[in-house]
């Protein structure tokens, strides 16, 4: 059959580019249709790419950490085996054209090249076991030797997430060399920071995990970086920003945490002050919808949502990402904590899509969960309103006319003061204190 070239498809939310983090097939290798070939990161998440064509691989136009513009192409493909001059990833514009139709979302498939479906290559059976990863105290050198010596075997992968491998990309640390610390061998965050500034003779070899500091070094920006840079600066210099804090006491809510934490019905749930917090804050947007509204400066108009699509800021290897719970407003609390835990456990493993992260309508941030009281939360461009938690610790409270210790908290809203008058802030944010120092006002203000 004629070449056939994947191009880079459009990934969704109007993105431009990736970056290779890492590929799954060599030049060579035969690859089937739907076949995963690469991981690439966008400004929004890490995804998995699947090949629309089945061949032979003849040419990567990539190498990993190369940034690859929509369309662009990534690899060829055809029917026999390779020169030996197109081993080498490089990023020529392609001359065989696409030759047929990209997928233009990761994970739905694609078609394949012609009418014919085609078969699966058979595989020969090996009797001797597959090759193993060296140990990390093996030089790079003889790593290399090692693995050339049987080529025909399948290559096997060093354990570690995307986020793990590309810190270890950039700042020059083979991840094959190291020695994880993890299940079964797997790489941990923790394993490259503690080689990060430790001599070169030395990264090959295991380390305490504490932090040398060597000298100025640089680090490359990366995309979520970047997207949140250009997002905060777009939010911080377009909507005129205005914050409020309130202290509450939290005693009573988290009393009702532990409860509900113990009741049959949500004993496989994470239950925690955020959690609810989330809850109240998804009705009450019901009668403060300025709040869940949107400035349209292009038409002249405020756009006040019909639902809640919850944005919860996450702490990632990969830098701030803000997932969003769609119509958090109609979920029960046991449906409201599935879903935050997963799409938290997902953000922090790096594999959230990028509708996943899109859409939202007003945003919470728990900074509490790094031993801050308070701070001042910056819009997510295109949101009207954010909410921040600070930390939850007993502070002297005053308590039915005593001094007693309680469980207290600083909350921050944040609001687009084009959109939300301080009137209506104030009693939003006093809403959300109101029923989180007495649960059971939530019938009242709810």
Not at 297 to 325: K, Q
């Amino acid at each position: 059959m004629a070449p056939n070239t994947f191009k880079l498809p459009d990934l969704g939310e109007g993105l431009t580019e990736s970056e290779v983090l890492n590929w799954k097939i060599q030049v060579g290798e035969h690859v089937t249709l739907n076949q995963i070939i690469a991981e690439v990161e966008t400004a929004k998440a890490v995804v998995e790419l699947p090949s629309p064509f089945a061949g032979i691989v003849q040419k990567l136009h990539a190498s990993a950490g190369e940034v690859v513009p929509v369309g662009g192409p990534l690899v060829t493909f055809g029917d026999e085996a390779p020169s030996a001059q197109s081993d080498t990833p490089n990023a020529d514009q392609d001359a065989a054209g696409d030759g047929g139709r990209t997928p233009t979302l990761v994970g739905y498939g694609a078609p394949a090249a012609s009418g014919n479906r085609p078969s699966r290559r058979s595989r020969p059976v090996r009797n001797e076991p597959l090759a193993q990863e060296p140990p990390a105290t093996i030089s790079p050198d003889t790593v290399q030797q090692a693995k050339s010596t049987d080529a025909g075997a399948r290559r096997t992968v060093t354990r570690s997430t995307p986020p793990v491998r590309k810190l270890a990309r950039d700042h020059g640390i083979e991840i094959s060399s190291v020695s994880g610390s993890g299940a079964d061998g797997a790489v941990l965050r923790s394993d490259i920071e503690a080689l990060i500034g430790m001599p070169e003779q030395a990264a090959s070899q295991p380390v305490a995990a504490t932090a040398v500091l060597v000298g100025d070094r640089r680090v490359k920006i990366s995309a979520v970086r970047r997207a949140t840079a250009k997002a905060m600066v777009e939010s911080a210099f377009t909507a005129p920003h205005a914050t409020e804090f309130l202290t509450v006491d939290l005693t009573e809510s988290m009393k009702l945490v532990e409860k509900l934490r113990k009741h049959p019905l949500l004993r496989d749930v994470k239950l925690n002050i955020t959690t609810l917090t989330s809850l109240i804050v998804t009705r009450l947007l019901g009668t403060y919808r300025a709040l869940n509204s949107r400035w349209d400066e292009a038409n002249g108009e405020i756009i006040e949502f019909g639902s809640v699509h919850l944005g919860m800021a996450v702490a990632s290897d990969r830098g701030l990402l803000v997932p969003v719970v769609k119509d958090a407003q109609s979920k029960s609390l046991r449906d409201l904590a599935e879903e935050l835990t997963q799409i938290i456990e997902l953000g922090r493993a790096g594999k959230l899509t990028p509708a996943q992260l899109s859409g939202g309508t007003f945003s919470i941030t728990n900074v509490g969960v790094f031993g801050v009281d308070a701070g001042t939360p910056i819009l997510p461009p295109g949101q009207s309103g954010i909410l921040a938690l600070g930390q939850v610790k007993r502070r002297p409270w005053e308590f039915e006319d005593q001094v007693a210790l309680r469980h207290t908290s600083t909350l921050a809203l944040s609001f687009d003061h084009r959109v939300v008058d301080g009137k209506e802030a104030s009693e939003f944010l006093a809403g959300v204190g109101a029923v989180l120092e007495d649960p059971g006002m939530m019938n009242i203000f709810i």
